[in-house]
């Protein structure tokens, strides 16, 4: 038992004596100077004799502690990646062949912090004014209109997570298919089924307007104000025959036609379209072409042409809008 109890002091001495030796020792700006100086002295050795007694992790000593002003408050230097470094090497992890760039790296990095550290005496503040001016720029860059963001409205916010959301369940559905062949396959001939059905249905739609006109819709059959537009132009038209106003009369037959072909959605309304482009939508063959291109070069002779209309101009409106309208 005297043995090893002896053996467990001598380990934990050896820990503590190795763990006080690691721990960060302020020092001036001359003593760190000095002991950059060590160090690079030390990565020297270790370049020229790449073996365990040159290249001694414990020669780099503890980290320091560095106070430049009272303003820029104390700071730390570690030196845990150059005792991890001659620690691989001193104990041939590393072959002396890959010793020999990283050694270098680490000689390039303590003459840039001797550098650094001779800046402090040159200036007193060279590195916490270099940081106060870059903070500056930063702060004068994120000050420009292009990085002032408005908060965003709810809308937005909203759209965004369903965005996420469905970019994880793809994301996710992605992930699951790429190990199960048969959801792949069945993803990609869905695709293809649904492509075809939209031209299908593009196709029908396609082939029924060049019909000239759709199905009667009954939604828009059963659309009041419109039922009221069509069979209130026709009362007007037949106001103005009662009156004698036959070139009214045949304008508000041809309209009150126009009218219940849109009441019945049997093509879409606007009112931008001529008369004949009225008559285009009916295409040459149908039932109703030949009644239209009548009642239309009728309306336009009266309505537009020199012609002056007469009772038989207005009689011939009348059935022809008449026949249109009916079922």
Same mark, same amino acid.
């Given at each position: 038992m005297r043995p *090893? %109890?002896?053996?467990?002091?001598?380990?934990?001495c050896l820990s503590s004596?190795? %763990?006080a030796s690691n721990t960060p020792q302020p020092r001036s700006q001359a003593e760190y100077r000095d002991h950059l100086r060590s160090l690079a002295t030390l990565i020297a050795q270790c370049q020229q004799h790449i073996d365990a007694s040159h290249c001694n992790a414990d020669a780099v000593g503890p980290d320091d502690i560095v106070t430049a002003t009272q303003q820029a408050g104390p700071r730390r230097i570690p030196y845990g990646w150059l005792r991890g470094l001659l620690d691989r090497i001193g104990s041939q992890k590393i072959s002396? %062949?890959?010793a020999g760039p990283l050694l270098k790296t680490a000689t390039q990095r303590i003459q840039l912090e001797e550098s650094e550290a001779l800046g402090f005496s040159a200036s007193g503040l060279p590195a916490l004014?270099? $940081? *106060?001016?870059?903070?500056? *720029?930063?702060?004068?860059i994120l000050e420009r209109a292009e990085f002032r963001h408005a908060d965003r409205s709810l809308t937005q916010r909203v759209l965004e997570a369903i965005a996420i959301w469905l970019n994880q369940r793809l994301t996710g559905l992605v992930e699951y298919s790429a190990h199960r062949r048969w959801l792949g396959l069945l993803l990609e001939w869905g695709l293809v089924a649904f492509a075809c059905l939209g031209l299908a249905y593009w196709f029908v739609r396609q082939t029924r307007r060049a019909r000239g006109?759709?199905?009667?819709?009954? =939604?828009q059959h059963q659309n009041a104000p419109a039922m009221r537009n069509w069979e209130r132009l026709r009362e007007e038209a037949d106001e103005a025959a009662r009156q004698q106003r036959w070139r009214d009369a045949v304008r508000g037959y041809y309209w009150a036609t126009i009218a219940r072909f849109e009441s019945r959605g049997q093509w879409?309304? !606007?009112?931008a379209r001529t008369p004949r482009e009225y008559l285009r939508l009916v295409v040459p063959g $149908?039932?109703? $072409? !030949? !009644?239209l291109r009548l009642l239309t070069q009728r309306f336009e002779t009266c309505w537009y042409g020199s012609e002056t209309?007469? =009772?038989? !101009?207005?009689d011939a409106a009348r059935q022809l809008c008449e026949r249109l309208v009916a079922r």
């Open positions: *090893a %109890a002896i053996a467990l002091c001598m380990l934990a004596a190795r %763990a002396p %062949a890959d004014s270099n $940081h *106060a001016a870059e903070r500056s *720029a930063l702060t004068a006109l759709h199905s009667e819709t009954p =939604q879409p309304a !606007d009112r $149908h039932a109703k $072409h !030949d !009644d209309a007469t =009772q038989p !101009d207005c």
